[in-house]
């Protein structure tokens, strides 16, 4: 019995130690795929973040081709008048007109225009920088300057724009501006294109709205080009999908826009048909 009893202790043991040996094992595997699988989720993380990188540069270039336009536009007009006073004031030259009261009114209303240029590319300057903070800043402003920038493009196109802000509620949000400009650029052309590309002429306008309800902002962009067809409106977010035909759109726009709504400033962007 003693021997039996001997025998069946050294096969559990064993056993035992087989067992340890297997479980160390395995744990040693396990930290092995935990070390592999982390080194993978840093990698994914990584190119997430590079193309994410990628698509923002993207957008970037693809808005500041949009604003050189519109800086185009908003330049034509000051720099034509502007010439029409430099020959002006050659005439008046020519025709012994001038006087000091002549040479100040020149002066004033020349540096106006020059002052009103140089404030164009400050916009367009300020728009393209990146935020490294989070500042307090105006949604009502930053829409109205984003809106100012698209006028000249609104005026060629004879789209008509309405705001309508709650100025009775309204806040400062403390948030990334810079980004906020973007995201407002971004929606806001895309409702222009939508407005050009649409069928119906007799009725061409964007409206923008603010509304503050519980401590939070709800702006609403409703434009008359005809809405979101269904089967695309499941798509619209997604990167590089465009409804745009070739060479007009990137695609870029509206995935960067949600991006950075939604994960930086923790709020949502969304498409909804309703009254405005």
């Known amino acids: 019995t003693t021997v039996t009893l001997f025998v069946m202790v050294k096969i559990y043991v064993t056993r035992l130690e087989d067992t340890n ?11 092995s795929m935990n070390d592999n699988l982390l080194k993978i989720v840093q990698a994914e993380t990584q190119k997430r973040v590079e ?23 908003h330049w034509r007009q000051p720099l034509n008048a502007v010439g029409l006073k430099v020959q002006d004031t050659y005439l008046a030259f020519q025709n012994s007109e001038i006087t000091e009261s002549y040479m100040r ?3 004033d209303s020349t540096m106006a225009l020059v002052y009103s240029m140089s404030k164009t590319i400050d916009d367009f ?7 490294d903070k989070k500042d307090l800043f105006s949604i009502e402003d ?20 309405y705001v309508s802000y709650d100025e009775q509620n309204k806040k400062d949000y403390f948030g990334f501006v810079h980004e906020f400009r973007h995201v407002a650029l971004n929606i806001i052309s895309n409702a222009i294109d939508a407005v050009i590309a649409s ?27 005809g809405g979101i067809k269904p ?3 499941d798509r619209i977010y997604e990167p590089y999908y465009t409804t745009k035909d070739q060479g007009e759109g990137n695609g870029i726009g509206l995935y960067m826009s949600k991006e950075i709504i939604e994960r930086q400033m923790h ?5 909804e048909q309703g009254e405005f």
């Open 21 to 31: 040996k297997d479980l160390a094992q395995k744990k040693a595997e396990l930290r």
């Open 267 to 271: 709020g949502k962007l969304y498409d």
């Open 231 to 233: 089967l695309v409106q």
């Open 51 to 73: 193309s994410q990188k990628i698509a923002i540069e993207q957008n970037r270039l693809a808005m500041m081709g949009e604003m050189l336009s519109a800086v185009a536009h």
């Open 199 to 225: 069928s119906n002429k007799e009725q061409s306008f964007i409206k923008v709205q603010t509304k503050y309800k519980n401590d939070k902002v709800i702006i609403m962009v409703e434009d008359s080009g």
């Open 125 to 131: 300057r300020y728009f393209f920088v990146q935020s």
């Open 142 to 161: 930053t829409l109205s300057k984003t809106i100012k920038l698209l006028s000249a493009k609104l005026e060629n196109t004879s789209i008509n724009i």
């Open 105 to 107: 009114d020149f002066r």
